[in-house]
């Protein structure tokens, strides 16, 4: 049974899609966490919703409906750059206002029923060709995207006031990452539904802050987590037909724990690179750095748990690479 | 004496119907050292602001190096208020560092020569062995060395410091003055040090900028930190007394703010 359904298109399809919406996600996840915009995230894709069910009314594609919807609050966020408190109360009332509207719009939906609980719950094993080669085009924007603003984004989003004192056009950065982000947005729904976005957006990347202090390994270990959950949620819910965000959030959810139990690398850079730094570049005056790392290297005993990982001056422990 | 690097001319600034600074003129030369003071709401920080370009003054107009501020943002050396990390960002001292250098760019770049770049300024400011350790977890004073270690790795042509002593004790404010004095001597650039202490840097101090209200002074230490020139300024009697090496101002609105708590 689970060999035929291997064997299918239509599995094919979805392992594809699953990939490509998991590598988007993950990407700008780290940013989304590093600026705190989960709750942007939860309504750019509630109001995402409200879009699909406005089009499905219309008698549209919901994908559009969908996209239109996340892009429209995505810019609105965007463009008020809100701060705080405001931004979180704000984007608190414009939510339940959209998801009312939502409400009244499915009601007023005379089609089938399980076009709204795909919208809501994703229904990734239905995607077909056409839908693909859009969620691969939209994929490859977000992604171009957030390679030209990379290391700016970086800046503005742990360092926004020096940032702004060296040039960083700080507030159009902001306005492009909700932009990314709506789009990014509209592409998860379509694999875990409007409810579980957060799962693929917000929680691989959370994971990936605990597992490394690296900038860059942070996204590309956010991209693997959010990889394994959703390619791993798909195949599982081939051998056992509960729903596939189901699957998808546990996974993700179950990484994220192990993540959080365990102790973090208090010299992070170490945990993935010890080796690397060995053979530090001549002439650099680490020879301190370099003692440690080979003192650290040869005989990797099991991580001190004493100190935990709040002192730094604590032995530098022995971090695992995290397992996955 | 040489070409000003910094000049400001007629420098005025309004914010909601009250005047910051009016009419504000000085000039800093390579290397020099002018310490910003006054009460908190004087527009300490608004003037840095001014500086960078990021506010356009009301009145009069500054340059630097002869060119608009704005246009010089990237060659501007800024370190800001402490403010804390997330304990858990993933961001590493090296990283924060490396920022300063190609983090205003588009795209995400190579290592290879920021790299030799940010070796030199951690080591500059003694902050190697934490360079690989996330900035949440680090001190305060250890947070503050990579803030500078930050603002001087492009080698600024101006250096622009908000309050960088606060919430630091004595040894490691004397260790981030030293640090700033140390690079202006050598790459001869120009700070401006925004501080409501001025004993910390006071035998680094060139200039005294003093804005209080409308009103303002500059001028040497001695100039400016006297008994007369404040009074003035505040218009009610205020005095000021040398205390071994310290100065120490009493009788101020915010009397207490002008020596160690």
């Known amino acids: ?46 109001l995402g919703f409200t879009g699909a ?13 969908m996209m239109s919807g996340s892009l429209l609050v995505g810019l609105v966020l965007g463009l008020l750059s809100l701060r705080g408190s405001e931004r979180d109360s704000s984007i608190g009332a414009v939510l339940a206002f959209g998801l009312g509207v939502g409400v009244l719009l499915l ?46 984004l970086l800046f503005a989003s742990v360092d ?126 680490v020879p301190a750095d370099a003692a440690r790392a080979a003192r650290r290297a040869p005989s990797s005993p099991v991580p001190q748990r004493s100190g935990r990982s709040t002192q730094r001056a604590s032995p530098r422990s022995v971090p695992r690479p995290p397992r996955y | 004496m040489s070409v000003p690097v910094v000049s400001a001319e007629g420098l005025t600034l309004r914010s909601h119907a009250r ?21 908190n709401g004087a527009g ?31 060659q501007i050396g800024y370190v800001p208020q402490q403010r804390a990390f997330e304990r858990h960002l993933a961001l590493r001292g090296r990283d924060l560092v490396r920022l300063g250098v190609d983090g205003h ?46 603002a001087l790795v492009c080698g600024p042509k101006l250096l622009l410091a908000d309050e960088p002593l606060l919430s630091l004790d004595p040894a490691y404010q004397r260790i981030a003055v030293e640090l700033i004095d140390e690079h202006r001597r050598r790459a001869g650039t120009p700070v401006v040090f925004v501080t409501h202490d001025l004993n910390p840097v006071l035998p680094y101090v060139d200039r005294v900028l003093y804005l209080a209200g409308d009103a303002w002074a500059i001028g040497t230490v001695d100039e400016v930190m006297t008994s007369e020139t404040l009074s003035r300024l505040y218009g009610t009697q205020i005095d000021v007394l040398r205390v071994r090496d310290r100065v120490v101002v009493v009788g101020g609105p915010d009397d207490g703010m002008h020596h160690h708590h």
């Open chain 2, 44 to 74: 300490k920080t608004t003037l840095l602001r001014v500086l960078l370009g990021l506010i356009k003054p009301s009145a009069g107009k500054v340059r630097i190096e002869g060119r608009e501020p704005a246009q010089m943002r990237s």
């Open chain 2, 19 to 39: 005047v910051l600074w009016k009419g504000l003129d000085f000039e800093l030369a390579a290397g020099e050292l002018m310490a910003v003071l006054g009460p």
């Open chain 1, 160 to 285: 926004p006031e020096v940032a702004e004192a060296r040039g960083v056009p700080v507030r159009a950065i902001s306005v492009a990452i909700f932009v990314l982000l709506a789009l990014t947005t509209a592409e998860a729904i379509q694999v875990v539904g409007v409810l579980l976005v957060l799962t693929l957006v917000i929680t691989p990347a959370a994971a990936a802050q605990r597992l490394t202090a690296r900038p860059g390994l942070a996204i590309a270990i956010s991209i693997a987590i959010a990889f394994v959950a959703t390619e791993g949620g798909i195949l599982l819910s081939l051998a056992q037909p509960w729903p596939t965000s189901f699957f998808i959030s546990t996974i993700s959810f179950a990484i994220y724990l192990v993540a959080r139990i365990r102790p973090r690398p208090s010299a992070p850079g170490a945990a993935f690179s010890a080796r690397v730094r060995v053979r530090v570049r001549p002439g650099a005056s």
């Open chain 2, 105 to 150: 760019r588009w795209g995400i770049g190579s290592h290879r020569a920021p790299d030799v770049l940010v070796e030199r300024a951690l080591g500059q400011v003694g902050a190697a062995e934490y360079a690989e350790t996330p900035v949440g977890v680090l001190s305060g004073g250890e947070q503050q060395r990579l803030r500078i270690a930050q």
């Open chain 1, 1 to 46: 049974m689970f060999g035929q359904l291997l064997g299918q298109h239509f599995v094919h399809t979805a392992l594809l899609a699953g990939a490509v919406v998991s590598i988007v996600c993950g990407a700008i996840g780290s940013f989304v966490v590093i600026r705190g915009l989960s709750f942007s995230v939860h309504a750019i894709s509630e």
């Open chain 1, 107 to 152: 009601s007023l939906y005379q089609g089938y029923a399980t076009e709204a609980t795909n919208l809501l719950f994703g229904s990734i094993v239905g995607v077909d060709d056409a839908q693909l080669r859009a969620l691969i085009l939209v994929a490859a924007i977000v992604l171009a995207g957030l390679t030209a603003i990379y290391r700016p």
């Open chain 1, 53 to 65: 069910a406005g089009a499905l009314v219309l008698g549209l594609d919901p994908v559009i409906g």
